[in-house]
């Protein structure tokens, strides 16, 4: 039997279904949480922690879904991962809390680890990032702008500007406004 293959979609679903397991547990019986953690003295606390977790999952997941900011999603996955670890590494450490957050410290270091040494792109589940953000770059020509002298947008394939993320396109003309006072509306790039 092959070992699975290391993908950023495999670490971002073993990411969103450790921490959806870890933050819906105390939300839904903090009296069994407490049996396997310990006493907590803030449950307020725990239930902050906890929607925290969530929202940091939707995150990932929508970054997951989207395709277009892998950067972004690489470094909220390694970045909450490596604070919860570290957390779960230094309280116990320290004696403030269970040592059964030694074993969450091990689940998080691994995540971060692996949120780092995963491959670029996305694996077939999500499409391929770099590949797919060419196509819509350059009219499927590749990433050097059908030049094959590497002349054209930059080869990564990602927006450079905030309105090529919204799909934007700009007029090279100054702006001037109407006479109504109004703002003239962006032009999207399935409008051009």
């Known amino acids: 039997m092959r070992a699975p293959r ?3 979609a495999s670490v971002e679903r073993a990411h969103i279904a450790y921490w959806i397991f870890g933050a819906v547990w105390p939300l839904v019986s903090m009296r069994s949480f407490e049996r396997v953690t310990g006493n ?6 725990v239930r902050t922690v906890s929607l925290l977790m969530l929202s940091v999952v939707a995150t ?3 970054l997951g879904r989207s395709r ?6 690489r470094l909220l996955g390694a970045t909450s991962a490596g604070a919860l670890g570290s957390v779960a590494l ?3 450490l320290v004696g403030r809390i269970s040592p059964v957050y030694l074993m969450d410290a091990a689940v998080d270091t ?3 680890a692996l949120w780092a040494l995963a491959p670029g792109t996305r694996s077939a589940a999500h499409g391929d990032m770099e590949r797919d953000s060419e196509r819509q770059d350059t009219g499927g020509q590749g990433g050097d ?3 094959g002298a590497g002349g054209g947008r930059p080869q990564r394939g990602f927006p450079s500007t905030i309105g090529e993320v ?3 396109t700009h007029d090279p003309e100054p702006f001037m406004p109407e006479e109504s006072g109004s703002f003239p509306e962006p032009t999207r790039r399935e409008d051009r």
């Open 6 to 8: 290391l993908t950023l």
């Open 145 to 147: 702008g059908g030049d």
């Open 68 to 73: 277009r900011d892998e950067a972004a999603l």
């Open 110 to 112: 691994a995540l971060t």
């Open 90 to 92: 230094v309280g116990p």
């Open 166 to 168: 919204r799909g934007e």
């Open 40 to 45: 907590k003295r803030d449950e307020w606390l």
């Open 60 to 62: 990932l997941a929508a």
